[in-house]
Nanobody
Framework: QVQPVESGGGLVQAGGSLRLSCAASGNILTINSMGWYRRAPGKQRELVAVIARNGVTTYVVSVKGRFTISRDIAKNTVYLQMNSLKPEDTAVYYC?????????WGQGTQVTVSS
């Protein structure tokens, strides 16, 4: 298995929460960074949050204070906790593994936020 595997998407009302999981295809401490991206209908894919190998996290401005990226090293899994969800968060969310010399993408998981 080379691709990471996402899970946890679904339908939620505005103001609700979801947690996405991404099972890495290798030891996450050997991966430069792991991140979550999303593609909303009619829009380009955008970075949502990234966690580097050293644990440093980065967020797009629109989700700061609402989303939290974290990892469980023992499980080789990265999470995206999404709180206070808004309809504009509706998108397909993709997990990304950046090894430096190559990247792997998951299949994506749909998140739909109803108003």
């Amino acid at each position: 298995q080379v691709q990471p595997v996402e899970s946890g998407g679904g339908l939620v009302q505005a103001g609700g929460s979801l947690r996405l999981s991404c099972a890495a295809s290798g030891n996450i401490l050997t991966i430069n960074s792991m991140g979550w991206y999303r593609r909303a209908p009619g829009k380009q894919r955008e970075l949502v949050a990234v966690i580097a190998r050293n644990g440093v996290t980065t967020y797009v401005v629109s989700v700061k204070g609402r989303f939290t990226i974290s990892r469980d090293i023992a499980k080789n899994t990265v999470y995206l906790q999404m709180n206070s969800l808004k309809p504009e968060d509706t998108a397909v969310y993709y997990c990304n593994q950046d090894w430096g010399s190559r990247q792997n993408w998951g299949q994506g998981t749909q998140v739909t936020v109803s108003s």
